[in-house]
C-alpha cells in the first residue's frame, strides 16, 4: 500500500509584509537605529538652517534697499539684481569675493610650506629639541584665530600709515611698516598661514611618523639622488594629507571674520557684516556664495579620497624610519630658526598681551623707553572705580562682573557643545564603521562633516535666520546647538578613524555573550579607543571657547567672552580685550595639558595621541 503524503507550504509574505520585516530585522541592530536617527537630526540641523537662509535672500525685509513699496513682508528679485547689476557690485561683491580667494589661497600655501617642512623636520631628521618645539608649535592653532592679527596691529601700526595710534615699531624704533605689509591682503593672508600651519603639521606629520622606510630604502641603495627620493617617493606618499589641508584651510580662511576684520580687510565676511543691517538680504546672498563654496570643497574631498579605501594600520612595513642628517651644526642652526619663528608665534604674544594691560594708554611704550614703571598702571586690573572717564564707567578686570560671567557663559557653552558633540560624533563614528558600504552611512557622514567645510560666518548666519525664526535667539541653548553641528565633523572623523582600526571580533565575542550594545560600548569599545575618543570631545570645547565669526550673530555682544572682546575693542579699550585674550589662552591652555597629562590625547602628535 502506497501512502502519499500531502506537504501543504507556508504562506508566502505579501510584498509589503516582507519588506516591514527586512525593516525590522534591519533596525534590530542598534548600530542602524542609532544611524536612522542620527541621520535624520543630521539632515535637519543642516539642511534645514541652508534652506532657510536661501529663502532669506529673495525675502522682503523691512526698512530695507529691498522693501522699495514699505510692504515690510513678500518675496522680490531685488536682492539679486541689486547685488549682482547695481552700480555697487564691484564693492560689494566682486572685490570682497577675490579678496577672500586671495587671502585663502596664501593661507593654504603658508600654511602647508611652513607646518610640512616643520612636520618633516620634526619626524625624518636629526633636529635638536624636537618635543619642546612640537609642543611650542601648535599654540597659535590652540589660541583664538585674532590673536596673532592682534599682535600684528601692536606690532606694525603706525599713525603715519595706518592712523591711530602707533604700535610697537613706530613707537619704539621709529619704524613705520608700508600699509600693505600692516594692512590688507599680505598681512591677513600670513597671520591665518601660521594660524593654521599647526593643522598642517598635525596631518602631514601623522604621514611622516607612520610612513613605511622600505620605498626610500629602496631608492638609496640604488643610489637614487636625495632630492629625486623627495619628490618623486616622500612627497606623494603624504599627498593625501597635503588635500586635506588644503580642503580644510581654505575653506576656514574663507569664512574667517577676525583676521580681515583687524587689519582691516574687506572678504566676504567682513562685508555681510557691513550689509547685514540695510541689505539684509544681499548680505544672505554672500552667505549663500560661501556655502556653495563648502559645497564645492566638499565634493572635491569625496573625489580625492574616492580612490582610498584602504584602512589597513598593521602590515608587514619595515619599523624604522629613514632620518636624514642635517649636519653636526646644522641641526643646531636650523633648530634655532624655529625656536626663534616659535618665539614670535606662540610666546611673544602671551607676553605682548600681559604687557598692553599695564600700559596707561594704547600705544603708550614709554615704559620701553625710560624704564620708568610710573609709565606703568594696575588700574586696568584693580580698579574698583566705574567713575574714571578713561575706563568708560568699567571696573578693573579682576572685579568686573560683566567680564566674569561672560567667562563662565562661554564655559557653559563649551562644555554642553563638547558633550553633544562628542557623543552625536562618536555615535556617527562608530555607525558609519559598521556600515561603510551603505549609501545611507555615506549621507549621515557627509552631512556630518559639510558643516566643517563651510565657512564659519555662514553657518553662523543660517543659524542667525534659523534660530530668529524659532525665537531663540541671543540664548545659549542656539550657541550650543550651532556649535554641536559645527564641531560634530571633529568627533565623528577621529571616531570614525579609530573604530575602522577595530576587529569586528572584539565586538562578536561579547554579543555571543548576550552583552547588551550599551554595554559593549561602555565597557569594551569606548576604553580601548579612549584617547581618540577623548579628542573628539576636547576639540570641540577648546574651539568653542576662542570662537568668535560663528557666534558673533547669534547674541548679544556682552553675552559670550569672544563678543565682549569685540566689543571692548569697538570701544578703544585695548587693555580689556588684551586681558580677555590672555585670560582665554591661559585656560585653553590649562584645560589642554590637563587632557594630555590625564588621558595621554596630544594635538602635536595628531588626533589620539600617541
Not at 354 to 382: H, M, Q, V
Request: some cysteine; overall charge positive; glycine content about 8%.
Amino acid at each position: 500500500m502506497i501512502t502519499v503524503q500531502a506537504t501543504v507550504d507556508p504562506p508566502q509574505l505579501g510584498g509589503f509584509s516582507l519588506r516591514l520585516r527586512k525593516i525590522r530585522s534591519h533596525l534590530s541592530k542598534p548600530w542602524n537605529l542609532v544611524l536612522l536617527i542620527l541621520g535624520i537630526v543630521l539632515t535637519i540641523s543642516t539642511l534645514a538652517p541652508m534652506i532657510t537662509i536661501v529663502i532669506d535672500t529673495i525675502s522682503v525685509h523691512a526698512g530695507s534697499v529691498d522693501d522699495p513699496t514699505g510692504m515690510g513682508t513678500g518675496y522680490t528679485p531685488l536682492n539679486w539684481t541689486n547685488l549682482f547689476g547695481g552700480r555697487l557690485r564691484g564693492v560689494n561683491f566682486t572685490t570682497p569675493l577675490v579678496n577672500t580667494v586671495v587671502m585663502a589661497i596664501i593661507a593654504c600655501a603658508g600654511a602647508i610650506l611652513y607646518g610640512g617642512t616643520f612636520a618633516y623636520l620634526v619626524t625624518r631628521t636629526n633636529l635638536k629639541f624636537k618635543s619642546y618645539l612640537s609642543s611650542i608649535f601648535i599654540f597659535p592653532y590652540i589660541m583664538p584665530q585674532w590673536t596673532l592679527a592682534v599682535v600684528w596691529n601692536n606690532l606694525f601700526n603706525s599713525h603715519k600709515v595706518t592712523g591711530g595710534s602707533d604700535g610697537l615699531l613706530a613707537s619704539v624704533f621709529n619704524i613705520h611698516a608700508p600699509l600693505w605689509v600692516a594692512q590688507g591682503i599680505f598681512p591677513s593672508g600670513v597671520v591665518l598661514a601660521l594660524h593654521y600651519a599647526p593643522f598642517a603639521y598635525i596631518l602631514i606629520g601623522a604621514i611622516f611618523r607612520n610612513m613605511d622606510a622600505n620605498l626610500e630604502e629602496a631608492a638609496t641603495i640604488l643610489n637614487t639622488p636625495r632630492w629625486k627620493t623627495f619628490s618623486h617617493i616622500t612627497l606623494p606618499m603624504v599627498t593625501p594629507a597635503v588635500l586635506s589641508t588644503i580642503l580644510l584651510v581654505f575653506s576656514s580662511s574663507m569664512g574667517s571674520y577676525p583676521v580681515p576684520h583687524y587689519l582691516e580687510l574687506s572678504t566676504l565676511a567682513t562685508k555681510y557684516v557691513q550689509m547685514n543691517v540695510n541689505r539684509q538680504g544681499q548680505a544672505s546672498i554672500l552667505a549663500v556664495t560661501m556655502m556653495l563654496f563648502g559645497i564645492i570643497l566638499m565634493v572635491a574631498n569625496q573625489l580625492s579620497t574616492s580612490g582610498r579605501r584602504s584602512y589597513t594600520t598593521v602590515t608587514g612595513k619595515s619599523g624604522q624610519s629613514s632620518t636624514v642628517n642635517l649636519g653636526s651644526a646644522g641641526k643646531y642652526v636650523v633648530s634655532v630658526i624655529f625656536l626663534i619663528t616659535t618665539l614670535f608665534t606662540s610666546i611673544y604674544p602671551i607676553i605682548a598681551f600681559a604687557f598692553e594691560t599695564f600700559l596707561p594708554n594704547p600705544g603708550d611704550y614709554s615704559f620701553l623707553k625710560t624704564g620708568d614703571s610710573s609709565n606703568l598702571t594696575a588700574k586696568w586690573w584693580l580698579s574698583r572705580d566705574n567713575n574714571d572717564g578713561a575706563m568708560f564707567g568699567q571696573y578693573g578686570i579682576l572685579f568686573n562682573r560683566l567680564i566674569w560671567s561672560a567667562v563662565a557663559r562661554t564655559l557653559l557653552v563649551a562644555v554642553f557643545t563638547a558633550l553633544a558633540a562628542g557623543t552625536i560624533g562618536l555615535l556617527v563614528g562608530y555607525c558609519v564603521s559598521k556600515n561603510r558600504r551603505s549609501r545611507w552611512a555615506n549621507w549621515v557622514n557627509n552631512m556630518a562633516f559639510l558643516p566643517y567645510l563651510m565657512p564659519s560666518l555662514a553657518v553662523g548666519v543660517a543659524f542667525f535666520v534659523f534660530g530668529s525664526n524659532l525665537g531663540i535667539f541671543n540664548t545659549l541653548l542656539l550657541l550650543v546647538i550651532a556649535g554641536t553641528v559645527k564641531y560634530i565633523p571633529f568627533a565623528s572623523r577621529a571616531s570614525l578613524n579609530s573604530m575602522l582600526q577595530l576587529s569586528g571580533e572584539i565586538e562578536e565575542s561579547a554579543i555571543i555573550q548576550n552583552i547588551p550594545w550599551w554595554k559593549r560600548m561602555v565597557k569594551i569599545i569606548i576604553p580601548i579607543q579612549k584617547s581618540s575618543i577623548i579628542s573628539g570631545y576636547m576639540l570641540p570645547f577648546m574651539s568653542t571657547l576662542r570662537e568668535l565669526t560663528l557666534f558673533m550673530m547669534l547674541v548679544s555682544q556682552t553675552k559670550i567672552v569672544t563678543t565682549l572682546l569685540d566689543y571692548y575693542d569697538e570701544m578703544g579699550l585695548y587693555a580689556f580685550s588684551s586681558a580677555i585674550n590672555l585670560i582665554l589662552i591661559v585656560i585653553i591652555l590649562i584645560f589642554n595639558t590637563l587632557v594630555n597629562k590625564l588621558t595621554g590625547a596630544s594635538l602635536d602628535k595628531g588626533l589620539g595621541g600617541n
